[in-house]
């Protein structure tokens, strides 16, 4: 599979590129990104062409990945399916439904394969742990912590544009739901949402499984308080997402691998861009009922 690489910034830099360029099943063919000179530095660093225009690099690749923010990778998406390409996009798919809503349409009715990178889901001791809570049942409760010190710390990603706008709840919302939803099941609806510190976000989520789960979401935490932690209770007691230290360029891969799998057997992953559009239709609801209050 030749695949291209649709974004130039930091997480792009530090994981898309790196992994595509190690992966022994894959060819790296190049780089498109909104600044020209951005993206021939970042092909010229791994040895692969810079695109001009979007265009030619879906004429010359099987696959994109897409490592911008959600605004730009959403219709990009669309139309990379459209052109028979399939898709390995980021967090979160969109931030507002209709376009979380259009990527998913478009990779269904072209017939690509899609995989969202929830680095969490591709990370061994996290993956191995989530199925096997999932494969148990009457979980009482959970609880995500998702604290970041984006905006307090030293972070490549302070100064994205979106972040700023969009806050904990579309950076690291998504990461939570990806843990919650595959054990508790889906939400039926978000009760209650209140603000925090910054852009902190707490919110409760009532799951069809019949269990309630609580997200604590910020990109302002003090770095001394900064970290992940899931943790759910049921009849067999209590259980925490174990840490993964491998890093997030070999859980890259592992979605690419996962790309390459549901292209070749056209079976869905677990995390496409249908589970995407979900993750969306919660943080969307989040951020209705975060709005009302406000308002």
Known sequence: MRIGLLGTGPWAQMVHAPALSGHEAVDFAGVW????????????QHGVSAFDEVDALLDDVDAVAIALPPHVQAPLAQRAARAGRHLLLDKPLATT????RAVAQAAREAGVASVVFFTTRFQPGPQAWIAEQAARENWFTGRAEWLGAVFTGDSPFAASPWRRE????????PHALSVLLPVLG????????AH???DTVHAVLDHVGGASSTLTLSLTAPPAAAGARVELRGEDGVTVLPEDTEGAVPAFGRAVDALLTAARTGRPHPCD???GLRVTEILAAT??????DAG
């Open 287 to 292: 951020e209705a009922l975060l709005a009302r």
């Open 273 to 275: 861009a249908a589970f």
């Open 166 to 173: 969009k806050g904990a709840l579309w950076d690291v919302g």
């Open 196 to 198: 925090g510190p910054g």
């Open 97 to 100: 439904v209709p376009e979380g």
């Open 186 to 193: 889906d939400v039926r609806r978000v009760t209650a949402a």
């Open 33 to 44: 990104g909104r600044r020209t000179d951005a993206a021939k530095e970042l092909a010229g």
